[in-house]
């Protein structure tokens, strides 16, 4: 099992700035291929961002937000980051940091594997 504990949203205004975190509790963390999603309510969960296994040289975004945000990960701290810029309130969201053990920057949630319980991002206009 891994744990996943997202931090760092909150209330922002339009044009601002947040960056997530999410630290994991499995000391494999680095084989793992590590996802962030959003969801509204009575929408579907939808990707954001995934950063591949390992040096995590592989990156993929939604349309939407690239340029905007950026996924990067730590692996001595067993944390991945979306620093997200030029914040609008369509992105205001519940956050999910997710993990999948194929290691390759999936965009579909079915590929992954452990959720965390998600944080809640609010963009005032």
Known sequence: QMQLVESGGGLVQAGGSLRLSCLASRTTFSAY?????RQTPGKEREF?????????????????VKGRFTISRDNAKNTVYLQMNSLSPEDTAVYYCA????????????SYDYWGQGTQVTVSS
């Open 48 to 64: 954001v961002a995934a950063i591949a296994a390992w040096s995590g040289l592989r990156t993929n975004y939604a349309d939407s």
């Open 99 to 110: 993990a999948d053990s194929g290691g390759l920057a999936a965009t579909r949630k079915g």
């Open 33 to 37: 291929s590590m996802g962030w999603f």
